[in-house]
């Protein structure tokens, strides 16, 4: 394995993952309500999508690459629909107390299966990985064991950045009162309104 191609590519995962936008609100809140499990594996459901769109880039299949592209408005408007139901649902929460008791019913591989489709849907995660993929692969990506470095070294950046957001996120939910997390859940689906809004203008801006 070439070292300094997977620390490379663990950077880009980390770096894509860490900065705060709708996946990481939805990682923070839900691992307010549901605990450290839940929060985690919708990470991880980024992670997958980062890794994923990592292969492509990695190994330059330009025909997919293009497919993607010329598919990024309907993407958007599929991704920004989806961020406005999850936002209107956090918006209708029932009471915190109520919301807790029924945690049981947002299993791990629902947390981790919305948010993987929800990141495939980012037109900008496309856009952001063919640019990053197009200044590292020349020189240092050709052939299938370079490739699986880098989509590991991607990978395994975005889980780290997800497990140690839950991690640390989880250490305070159990200090927050029921009508603080109403706040938390009411904040969140604004701010998930608002980005499916702006998702929606940038269509309209072009």
Avoid at 54 to 79: F, Y
């Amino acid at each position: 394995m070439d070292s300094a191609l997977f620390l490379k590519s663990l950077v880009i995962g980390l770096s894509i993952a860490a900065p705060v936008g709708p996946i990481g609100l939805l990682c923070i809140q839900r691992t307010l309500a549901h605990g450290r499990l839940i929060g985690f594996m919708s990470g991880l459901g980024a992670a997958l999508a980062d890794a994923f769109y990592g292969a492509i880039g990695a190994l330059g299949v330009s025909a997919v690459i293009a497919t993607m592209v010329a598919a990024r408005v309907p993407l958007a408007l599929g991704g920004a629909a989806f961020l406005a139901w999850m936002g209107v649902q956090l918006l209708r929460a029932p009471a915190a107390t109520k919301a807790r008791e029924a945690a049981d019913a947002t299993t791990p591989l629902k947390a981790m299966l919305s948010v993987f489709l929800l990141t495939l849907a980012n037109p900008m995660t496309i856009l952001s990985f063919i640019a990053v993929f197009a200044s590292i692969a020349t020189g240092h990506v050709s052939g299938a064991p370079a490739a699986a470095t880098v989509v590991l070294g991607v990978f395994l950046g975005s889980a780290l950045w997800w497990l140690g957001l839950s991690s640390a996120v989880s250490m305070v939910r159990h200090r927050l009162s029921d009508r603080a997390m109403q706040g938390i859940n009411r904040f969140s689906g604004v701010v998930l309104v608002g980005f499916a809004a702006y998702q929606l203008s940038t269509l309209f801006m072009r």
